[in-house]
């Protein structure tokens, strides 16, 4: 037995499906594993979108319902590998991406057009390419990726069975006017510096990680394009507001949110309701994907029969 299938050795207890408090106390027990390695059975593959060539997984068998998992800024599909094997246990089929500039998608990035910069449309187009390679899906976005998936779901809704916005920035605008620790200055404050600060924040282990998911981190930004962290910072720094768009959605729209995230509950609490969302929260910070995988995957599960 490998250390990461002790990781999620709650997989074939179906009680976490059905029980919280079950759930909770799986996740209380997870223990530290080699974050760079994908699932047993996970099939490694590149993606030619419109920005280029953007690493993924797959999980599952693809005649199965299909679910998408997008990482955030600084993130990677390897966020996801004790959430994924969850939902495959439980009859989906899992797929996910690094973000074009992002670890093993560094590659891909803006074209002449766009002078150099990743915007909004790289990330929409990359996006909608990849839902429209299979079958509609039920499509999580974790946190910059949650502003990525509301634009897609108002350009394309058919695309999309289901929404799960996991610690996605509840303000629009200037998004990070609601963080704990830099709200009141954030207007005055350059994306570049707010990306310098999260870079050393994350690398000096402030969010107090175990070993090898620190190693793995640490070692994901040797890789990931400095640039595309700095213009997603630019980005959540004027997110669009959508909140009318998700009101109106004829889709069931789950928000996720750990007790401890950077924005605070009350935040996210009026943002679910604003857009008629369920919310779901546990006692940990901003990585529920990480942290709480199989309470999330039992809130994601009754999401997906919500969408019929």
Same mark, same amino acid.
């Given at each position: 037995?490998?250390?990461?299938?002790?990781?999620?050795?709650?997989?074939?207890?179906?009680?976490?499906?059905?029980?919280?408090?079950?759930?909770?106390?799986?996740?209380?027990?997870?223990?530290?594993?080699?974050?760079?390695?994908?699932?047993?059975?996970?099939?490694?593959?590149?993606?030619?979108?419109?920005?280029?060539?953007?690493?993924?997984?797959?999980?599952?068998?693809?005649?199965?319902?299909?679910?998408?998992?997008?990482?955030?800024?600084?993130?990677?599909?390897?966020?996801?590998?004790?959430?994924?094997?969850?939902?495959?246990?439980?009859?989906?089929?899992?797929?996910?991406?690094?973000?074009?500039?992002?670890?093993?998608?560094?590659?891909?990035?803006?074209?002449?057009?766009?002078?150099?910069?990743?915007?909004?449309?790289?990330?929409?187009? +990359?996006? !909608?390419?990849? /839902?429209?390679?299979? %079958? *509609?899906?039920?499509?999580?976005?974790?946190?910059? =990726?949650? #502003?990525?998936?509301?634009?897609?779901?108002?350009?394309?809704?058919?695309?999309?069975?289901?929404?799960?916005?996991?610690?996605?920035?509840?303000?629009?605008?200037?998004?990070?006017?609601?963080?704990?620790?830099?709200?009141?200055?954030?207007?005055?404050?350059?994306?570049?510096?707010?990306?310098?600060?999260?870079?050393?924040?994350?690398?000096?282990?402030?969010?107090?990680?175990?070993?090898?998911?620190?190693?793995?981190?640490?070692?994901?930004?040797?890789?990931?394009?400095?640039?595309?962290? +700095?213009? !997603?910072?630019? /980005?959540?720094?004027? %997110? *669009?507001?959508?909140?009318?768009?998700?009101?109106? =959605?004829? #889709?069931?729209?789950?928000?996720?949110?750990?007790?401890?995230?950077?924005?605070?509950?009350?935040?996210?609490?009026?943002?679910?309701?604003?857009?008629?969302?369920?919310?779901?929260?546990?006692?940990?910070?901003?990585?529920?994907?990480?942290?709480?995988?199989?309470?999330?995957?039992?809130?994601?599960?009754?999401?997906?029969?919500?969408?019929?």
């Amino acid at each position: 037995m490998t250390s990461n299938d002790c990781a999620v050795r709650g997989a074939d207890d179906a009680r976490w499906r059905t029980d919280a408090a079950v759930a909770a106390e799986i996740d209380a027990a997870l223990i530290d594993l080699d974050w760079s390695r994908l699932p047993d059975g996970a099939v490694r593959c590149d993606f030619d979108a419109p920005s280029g060539l953007l690493a993924t997984f797959s999980l599952g068998d693809p005649t199965h319902p299909r679910v998408v998992l997008v990482p955030g800024a600084t993130g990677s599909k390897e966020d996801f590998i004790l959430l994924a094997p969850l939902l495959a246990a439980a009859g989906y089929f899992v797929q996910s991406y690094d973000l074009a500039g992002q670890y093993e998608s560094a590659a891909a990035g803006p074209s002449a057009r766009s002078e150099g910069r990743y915007d909004y449309e790289l990330f929409v187009a +990359d996006m !909608i390419a990849f /839902l429209e390679a299979g %079958a *509609p899906a039920h499509l999580l976005g974790y946190s910059f =990726a949650g #502003i990525v998936a509301q634009l897609v779901l108002a350009e394309r809704p058919g695309l999309i069975l289901s929404l799960t916005l996991l610690t996605t920035p509840p303000l629009a605008g200037e998004s990070f006017r609601g963080v704990r620790w830099i709200g009141p200055f954030s207007a005055l404050v350059a994306a570049r510096t707010i990306a310098s600060l999260m870079i050393w924040g994350i690398v000096t282990n402030k969010n107090r990680v175990q070993p090898q998911r620190l190693a793995f981190v640490q070692k994901r930004f040797a890789l990931t394009d400095r640039r595309s962290v +700095d213009d !997603i910072m630019r /980005l959540m720094k004027r %997110a *669009p507001d959508l909140r009318a768009n998700l009101r109106m =959605a004829k #889709i069931p729209i789950l928000v996720v949110v750990g007790s401890h995230d950077l924005w605070p509950l009350r935040l996210h609490a009026r943002f679910a309701e604003q857009i008629g969302a369920r919310i779901a929260v546990y006692k940990t910070g901003h990585s529920p994907c990480e942290t709480a995988p199989h309470q999330l995957a039992a809130d994601m599960l009754r999401l997906f029969e919500r969408s019929g």
